[in-house]
């Protein structure tokens, strides 16, 4: 018996000319398996908190600036990377921070770009306010973590027009600083792979540098800004032997994009999306702001 692909060229298209769609997929899996079967420290509640608050925020910011609709995708990705990340004990720090994370978008902006990656913001601003608020780095075990690092690299694929080339430019320079860092010092090599294994470094490096939005527009600029952020994190770490050096190290770099986007000019991004159903190889698309 034939098997029947038609039924799914359209949604294989659609995650193919609008990547949020996959990164919703593989996010929201992630958090039904997390906090179904693995220990994520984060309650049903408290996640459903998140979402709903985003998706209010975005509701509202939809209105009150003026968007022609409302789309809710970008808002549901950085929703669902707080509910991984985001640990605290207070209802109320979670909706100020679902707000804080939505609000950046609309508010902390150059010219038709965001300055910061929303959720990056929201983590590191609840992390300046108060020390109620921290980030979880996500053990998760071998199985899960070979898990999603296997979707991801797929998001890769299905993303490969989004500026997944500082994806990996970023993995190899900071790679590089942490092996080359182990053998400068004579540590084994398993001290680097352990440092990598978790989930916060996966999100980071698949949903949170790699934003199109708020990376620089040309090539030579996201593999600076990758080469940047790295080393922003490493010294983070090694030198001034604080945790979260790579959202601190992407939230200050973050303010250099647009000078970089002014040095080294390219092709501002765009998201695209299928307007309707597709009919042979009819494809119609639609640029969206946010």
Avoid at 153 to 172: K, M
Avoid at 211 to 221: L, N
Wanted: proline share 4%; net charge positive; hydrophobic share 50%.
């Amino acid at each position: 018996m034939a098997l029947n692909l038609g039924s799914v060229e359209f949604p294989l298209r659609f995650m193919r000319y609008d990547p949020r769609m996959y990164q919703i997929t593989v996010l929201s899996a992630l958090l039904v398996y997390g906090i179904g079967w693995l220990d994520f420290e984060i309650s049903a509640v408290n996640a459903s908190v998140i979402l709903i608050s985003v998706l209010l925020t975005q509701y509202i910011c939809t209105y009150v600036f003026r968007l022609p609709k409302y789309d809710p995708r970008s808002s549901l990705i950085s929703g669902l990377s707080l509910c991984l990340l985001l640990r605290t004990n207070s209802l109320l720090l979670v909706i100020v921070t679902a707000f804080i994370t939505i609000m950046s978008k609309f508010t902390l902006r150059w010219g038709e770009k965001h300055i910061c990656n929303p959720t990056n913001f929201g983590l590191v601003a609840m992390m300046l306010i108060t020390d109620l608020a921290w980030v979880s780095p996500g053990q998760w075990g071998s199985t899960a973590f070979l898990g999603f690092l296997i979707a991801c690299l797929g998001g890769l694929v299905v993303n490969r027009a989004s500026r997944s080339d500082v994806t990996y430019a970023f993995l190899v320079f900071y790679i590089t600083f942490l092996f080359g860092r182990a053998l400068w010092l004579g540590d084994s090599l398993s001290i680097p792979l352990h440092q990598i294994q978790n989930g916060a470094f996966l999100i980071f490096t698949f949903f949170m540098i790699s934003d199109p939005k708020t990376t620089p527009d040309s090539r030579a600029g996201r593999i600076l800004f990758a080469f940047l952020v790295a080393a922003g994190a490493f010294v983070v770490h090694f030198v001034l032997y604080r945790t979260n050096g790579l959202l601190w190290s992407l939230a200050f770099f973050s303010l250099f994009t647009p000078l970089i986007d002014l040095l080294l000019q390219g092709h501002r991004y765009e998201w695209r999306t299928i307007s309707k159903p597709i009919l042979k190889e009819q494809v119609i698309i639609q640029p969206q702001r946010h």
